[in-house]
Structure formats: C-alpha cells, structure tokens
C-alpha cells in the first residue's frame, strides 16, 4: 500500500483507527507582538484545552511537544501547573507537521498503557522575537551550512523566495495564474473575517487588493504570504472509551500519514518534483487507514505558509489531478458554506495566525463539534495536512457517532 | 541562533564540503562531485551518492552550460546585504551536462520581465559583494541569460 517515489517515502504506520480521540482543545489570543514568551502561551494554551477536556493538570500523564521548539516541555508544564507527577513525553509533537502525527504517538502511548490523557502543545513567540531573528523564519535555514554556502550568498533564501521559484515553475508547468493563487489567499481571508479571534479579522479583502500587494519575490506577492503572529494553541487525545466519558464530543482519530523527502530531495532546491510535495506520499496512507477517500472529506485545513504551498498540497492529497489545483480553487470552491472543499475555515497561516498548524488541528476538531465561527454545515470527516518542506503529514478525524 | 560569522552571507569559503566548489570557481571553473563508484555526478555535495551508495567523490569540471529551470525576481531584502542589490533575479539552472544537477544561482545579463522557461544560460565568473561585508570578494559562478556560445 505504501507508496514509494525517488524523492521520498511514506512511513508505516500502524493503524490506530478508532483508538483514540481528541477530547480537548485550547487557544491563546493570536495577535501581532504580544511581548510574551512562546512558555507563557504554552502555558496558556494547556490550561484551557486540559480545562475543555474536563481534566485537572495532574490527569494529563502524557506530552508530546517540539523538540525544535522546546517551550513547553515537561518541565515547563510541572513549573506552571506546580505538579510533580511522572509523564510520558515525546519531543516529535507540536505544531507543523507533527501537529498530525501527535494524535499517532498519543494513541500508541495510550493503547500500550504508558498514559491516559495526552496533551499535544505548541506556542510560537515569533512576532515579538523576529527582530533578533537572521531572515527572521529563515534563520533556521540560514544556520544549515549548505544553504548557508550554496543558496544564501546567491539571494535564493528565505521562504518568499523558495516559494516564488516554485510557484513559478507550478505556472510554468501548469498555467497556474496570479488570479488562481489568489482565490486561496481570498477564501482565507473571508474564512477570517468570519472568525473574530483570526489576527486580519475585519480587514476584507478582494482581488484587486490581492493582485496590487507589493511584490516580494516575483511571482510572490505580499498577500500569498502567511503572518508572523503570537499564539499558540493545545489539544488533548484520550482513548476513544474515555473520551465518550468526558464533556466535549469526540473527535475520533480515524487516519494519520507522514511522508518524508529522502537525501538531497530535502533540499527544496534538490526537490526532484519540484512541484510536489510528500503529501503525495503521506494522505494516501492517511486515508486508506481511515477508510475514506478525498470526496468524503467535508472540511480541509492544510499548512498554508504560501497560497502555492495550499495548491501542491491539494492536489498531491487527490482532491483533483496533479496540475489543476489552480483551476480547482477558481470560485467559491474553498468556500466553508457553498464550496467543494471546504478550506482553511479558520482563515489559515494566511489570514487566521502564523501558528504553524496546531489552530488548524483546532479548527478541524471544532468543524467537527458544530463550533467553528465559519462552520461547515453537517461536518463529519476533516483532515488536517501538515508540511515543513522535507515532511508532510495528514490526519483524519471523524465525529464520534 | 543569528548567525555569527562575519562575512555572512558571503559563502564561507573554508567549509570543507563546499570548498573545491569556490576554488574551482576561483580558476574560472564550474566543478561538481563525481561519484568514485558510480561515475554520476552528485550534486549537492552530500554523504552519499543518490545513485549508488557510493561515499567517496572526485571534484570534476563540467561544461556550464545549462537551462533556466525556474527563478524569482527579488524585490525586497531579507537581509541588510540585499538592500542595495534588489532587484535581482535568483533561480535553479539544470546543468545539460547532466539534468540532475540543478544548481542555485543569480541570473545575470537579462531583463527581467523577457526571461523564459528553460531558455538557454551560460556559466559566468564574477565576484560576489556586498555593502555590509567591505573589503571582502568571492568569486562565484553566475548564470548569464546571454549565453556567448
């Protein structure tokens, strides 16, 4: 079943279908520079998914959080919740691609009797620390001595400009027009101005605003790019028997994928298909162990950091053939109440808050509880779609019946 | 984590895994690794072959001569070194001595707004400044999207 390409592979997964829940969820202001700290928000963001679940801090016994960004450890959770307990814990959580992948860890750690309640953790401070930043977000890139030798010195850094190139090649390739990156960035931006707690709540947004954004990095433009925010965001995975026991209705993780660029491929500009991302990969693997194919999807949320980020990544998930994501998304097909795909009903990385994807694990789990500002009428299958670049993953989650 | 080193983001010429690639462009020439086992050329210069498992390289010349695979037109500084540069175009040109090698670099010697797709470019050597690291220059090869030959 796995699928194998020259450039990446899936990995295998056991399947957790049914095992396991998410039972809580908690969110932090998002905003612009809060002048807090990414273990603050951390903080912030447990408490209240721990209080939605219905739990106290020293039920949780399980914590999966970024070992990258390692600001709300286990250490960091006893010194706030001034508790002492044992807990199992993984460094592979957290947001971006391993905000799909926690639910996995969680239901192992839960069916093999290591832990109860797991909490999955991630805070981003990166608003009020960008300025001690080299490239801000690209400085993690910077610090890779072959980037740092044969990409920076030559101007092709950071992200805008991966992305421009890119995009470029996916129009070159494709015929994807400006007009048909920006019906993302539009559908992300009306989804926000539907969401009071998304940072560009109440500043709409039209194509022609979306087409006369200052240019970045030819063909990126201001608005396809994604926010630079505070906030952070938590959630809770149980079993699937002691969810049904807990307040807040179940969200039943049903499939998760992760795929993975192998060798130089990790290098965006190494990528073989460039085009393509390890979704390719990862979403088949998801949905197969879910048992659900894209048409049965009713709400999506991906990692959008650039809108062209949002088309490889429908398209590689199958929700139409390679190439014509562009021409898909025309319209209101993203639309959270007349579209096809449901998108990014939070408002995404673009619109809603940099928070590198743990909001839109949120934002699943509410579409599927009937809470979501922008609420997907009769939601009952969602799927999140991960990516750092040389990663992407996928969950599916599932109302409880 | 900022990066600490003085002349960034000159390369740092001194890193062993990159370094025959600036002293071959030193000498007016584009080199790339040849797999010892397999014969392939590796590029970029990692651990292991992506054709065999090949480990041990030789640095080759290669003919520089290539097509513009793709490219953006950089408008804003990401860093203080780009302030006085922008705009400038950076892309990925595939080698046609081996289409596997696609290399990262500035786009010279064209308009903008008339570059194409895979249009023909030629290996050119100049040096590399910037305003913010004075009195210092490395030689890098640059693409010319006006090839002479």
Known sequence: MLEERDWGRASDLESIDGQAAIAGIGETAYTKASGRTATEIGAEAAERAIADAGLEPSDIDGLTYSGAFADFDVAAFHAHFGTSHEMWSSPWGGGMAWAATAPYLAARAITSGRARHVLNVFPVAWATQRSSMTGGPGETHATQPLKQNLEVPFGWFPQPVYFATIARRHMIEFGTTPEQLGAVALAARRHANLNPAAVMHGRPMTMDDYLSSPVLADPVKLLDCCLISDGGAAYVTTSLERARDLPRPAAVVAGVGEARLTGRNGHWSQQRDFTSTPQVLSAPAAFAMAGVTPADIDVLTVYDPFTIVSLMQIEDMGFCPKGEAGRFVEGDTLFHDAGKLPFNTHGGLLSHAYVLGIAHVVEVVKQLRGSAPAQVPGAEIGVYGGYTGAMASTLVLRKDR | ?149
């Open chain 2, 1 to 149: 984590m900022a990066i600490k080193r003085a002349d960034f983001p000159l390369p740092d010429v001194d890193d062993e895994r990159t370094a025959p690639f600036f002293a071959a462009a030193a000498r007016g020439e584009l080199a790339v690794p040849r797999c010892d086992t397999c014969g392939s050329l590796a590029w970029y210069p990692m651990d292991e072959c992506d054709r065999c498992d090949g480990t041990s390289f030789t640095w080759t010349p290669v003919d520089g001569h290539g097509t513009l695979f793709s490219w953006a037109v950089v408008r804003r500084p990401f860093l203080p070194a780009f302030a006085e540069l922008v705009p400038f175009v950076t892309g990925l040109v595939v080698l046609d001595v081996n289409p596997r090698v696609r290399m990262v670099s500035y786009v010279v010697d064209c308009e903008p707004e008339r570059l194409v797709a895979d249009q023909p470019v030629e290996v050119v050597f100049r040096p590399l400044r910037f305003p913010t690291v004075p009195d210092r220059e490395v030689v890098v090869p640059m693409f010319s999207a006006a090839p002479r030959s």
